[in-house]
């Protein structure tokens, strides 16, 4: 894990859970608002727990009303979490791996109601995706593998 990394997994563990999410939560209410990810009804109501397993990181957040909200840091277990790496949910939000690839890989873990995960795996499968996500997510992508490498050549 790079140093840098390490400060913001450090940075994120100290901050509170809706703190956490704002970043997350304001993303995808701008894309609900642009028509690009319209959540389906079987989410409302239900509250999520997204995992960035390389960095450390826990991000809660709710469905209610079909729009996206922090989460209640009360300590209530989510219906649903996903569990990947960076360069997994970049694959994914930009069209280049599907759920049950990133699945089958074991790269994603979903746990929790069974019924609910099925509805996000269709709804994130289904999801349209601007040509500049798409291209925003592989530069990313190429990045984090570009950064990856310098690492281990300093590593040897």
Do not use: N
Not at 103 to 113: A, H, N, P
């Amino acid at each position: 894990m790079s140093a840098l990394h390490k400060l913001m997994a450090g940075m994120h563990r100290r901050m509170p859970a809706r703190a956490r999410a704002l970043p997350l939560v304001a993303a995808l209410e701008l894309a609900r608002r642009a028509g690009w990810l319209e959540p389906p009804a079987a989410l409302d109501g239900h509250a999520f727990l997204l995992t960035v397993q390389d960095l450390g990181l826990e991000v809660p957040f709710r469905c209610d009303g079909g729009r996206f909200h922090t989460a209640a840091a009360d300590g209530a277990a989510p219906a649903l979490t996903l569990r990947a790496c960076t360069v997994d949910y970049l694959r994914l939000l930009g069209g280049e791996a599907d759920t049950d690839t990133l699945f089958f890989q074991r790269k994603l873990v979903i746990s929790g109601d069974t019924a609910l995960g099925l509805e996000v795996k269709y709804w994130l499968d289904a999801a349209p995706r601007p040509e500049w996500v798409s291209r925003a997510a592989a530069r990313l992508v190429a990045l984090q593998g570009a950064m990856a490498g310098r690492q281990e050549a300093t590593a040897r």
